[in-house]
């Protein structure tokens, strides 16, 4: 989580996006909405005759799970490809409190809830962000073996079809509203290990198969810069554990990462300890030691139980929909700079795209065309385009040297600086400042970096930047 707040006031930036409260009720136990999306608009498709729009979903983390799901209430014929059912993705886990709301996650699949947010400078001065949390207020942890396999079972509840499958290929259709004819190997079949090589004919494809996707490639999508991520799970004495209850930690420094943060995030019975780079990825284990030492001595005597390494993505490819193909979540490149959060924004840009098909298809009921798929794009650009900046500038000024990371880390102990970042992270808004408290701030981040001896190069990087 990084400070919204603090980037206004350094480059007077001010946003607000948009919440969409599809539904406030928090439930508590494992339970599927009965309401159905009915959107009426006046659509150019031909009609379907006897038969209603069919659009495979290729990935089954939190992009597919609730595309599948919102497509398959919609009324549209759906097929979730999901490679490995008992996928455990490596993931800090952290969501949102927004999340658990507007997905209606049952509260028994959050493992923690974080009211203390330590962040932790190069000189190890710690601020504690959670001060101004209300009683309600957390970030949810969770495992994410768990959130996609429930996401996914709720999709299957909706209507529909999942296919454990690894989708290899798929064939452009060369004339309009022809089908697209998907390539897979099919593990449903218990009979043969290795799989069955099948096909399958959809109208449309939703490609939320993460980072390393296929569907983007299918599309001629281009790639994006990644961070690679490194991530293990340590499970440490329960005494240490107990410290860890609500708290997750966030080092920042050279020694831990050159252009990211390192991270203690608390798991249902460990902690996920981590680190990432764009720039150095040779360097990443020495940056895991550094975050390791950096924790070391709440973390001591602790058991490795897993390591792990994936992308994230830097920003968003160059296409993200192509005719009737669409990509959300990772495999579009939704994570935001400077916190890596990606759950969230796959979970909704799914839906999102899943509810342009439903209306440009009217329930299934007609063929729909690029121009359909292209309202989701506008929805999210609209909506998340000035968030991703601001979290983008915010990352080259704060990110970049350990003078500037001090001032970063002073700033963070600001009430009204902690106020503002977790409207924007928790609730995904940005609320009307106040202009007074806006010009104070300006003026503490000045004389922050001022301290830090880090005005002049930040400057300079802001400059580029603009
Ligand atoms: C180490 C690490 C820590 C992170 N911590 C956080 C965090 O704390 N909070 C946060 O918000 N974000 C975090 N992120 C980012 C977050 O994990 C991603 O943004 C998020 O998982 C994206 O969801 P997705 O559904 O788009 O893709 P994924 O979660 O990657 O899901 C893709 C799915 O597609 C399946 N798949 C892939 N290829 C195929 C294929 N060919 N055929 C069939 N299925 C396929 C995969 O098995 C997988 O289940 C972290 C990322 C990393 C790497």
Not at 108 to 128: E, L, Q, Y
Not at 167 to 183: G, I, Q, R, S, T
Not at 438 to 456: E, M, P, Q, Y
Request: aromatic share 8%; proline share 4%.
């Amino acid at each position: 989580m990084a400070s919204i707040a603090l980037m206004k006031s350094f480059v007077g930036l001010r946003h607000s996006t948009a919440v969409d409260n599809h539904s406030t009720a928090v439930v508590t136990k494992h339970t599927v909405s009965a309401h159905k999306y009915c959107i009426k608009a006046s659509k150019s498709g031909p009609k379907l005759a006897g038969r209603n729009l069919k659009v495979a979903v290729v990935g089954g983390g939190p992009a597919g799970g609730s595309a599948a799901e919102t497509l398959a209430k919609g009324g549209v014929e759906t097929i979730l490809f999901e490679r490995k059912l008992d996928n455990c993705k490596p993931c800090g886990g952290a969501i949102p409190l927004c999340m658990v709301r507007e997905f209606e996650i049952p509260l028994d699949i959050i493992d923690r809830r974080v009211t203390k947010m330590k962040i932790i400078s190069p000189s190890n001065v710690v601020v504690d962000m959670g001060r101004i949390l209300q009683p309600h207020e957390y970030v949810g942890m969770v495992r994410r073996e768990v959130l996609d396999s429930y996401l996914r079972d709720r999709a299957a509840a909706a209507g529909a079809a999942v296919v454990n499958g690894l989708f290899l290929k798929m064939d452009l259709p060369e004339e309009k509203n022809a089908p697209y004819v998907l390539h897979y190997t099919d593990y449903s079949s218990k009979s043969s290990g290795s799989g069955e090589k099948k096909t399958m004919e959809v109208d449309a494809v939703i490609g939320a198969d993460g980072a390393n996707s296929r569907v983007a490639k299918c599309i001629d999508a281009g790639d994006y810069e990644c961070t690679l991520a490194f991530q293990e799970r340590i499970k440490i004495p329960d005494s240490k554990m107990k410290y860890y209850e609500n708290l997750a930690e966030m080092y920042v420094g050279d020694d831990v990462s050159p252009d990211f943060y390192g991270w203690v995030f608390p798991k249902s019975d460990h902690v996920a300890v981590g680190t990432g780079t764009v720039t150095h990825k040779a360097d990443i284990k020495k940056f895991q030691t550094a975050t390791r030492n950096r924790a070391q001595n709440k973390i001591q005597g602790g058991k490795i139980i897993r390591v792990e390494a994936h992308p994230i993505p830097e920003h968003p490819r160059r296409r993200r929909v192509l005719e009737r193909v669409a990509l959300v979540g990772d495999a579009a490149g939704y994570v935001t700079k400077c916190s890596g959060e990606g759950i969230y924004f796959a979970a909704k840009s799914g839906r999102m795209c899943a509810e342009a098909i439903v209306e440009g298809s009217e329930n299934g009921k007609r063929m729909v065309d690029e121009s359909d798929l292209r309202v989701y794009l506008e929805k999210w650009d609209k909506t998340y385009w000035v968030t991703y900046k601001v979290l983008e500038v915010l990352h080259k000024v704060f990110y970049r040297s350990n003078p500037a990371r001090e001032a970063f880390v002073e700033m963070c102990g600001d009430e009204y600086v902690q106020k503002m970042t977790f409207e924007s992270y928790l609730y995904k808004r940005v609320v009307a400042g106040n202009p007074l408290d806006d010009l104070k701030l300006a003026v503490k981040t000045i004389a922050s970096l001022v301290r830090a001896n880090a005005f002049g190069k930040e400057m300079e990087e802001l400059s580029i930047i603009n």
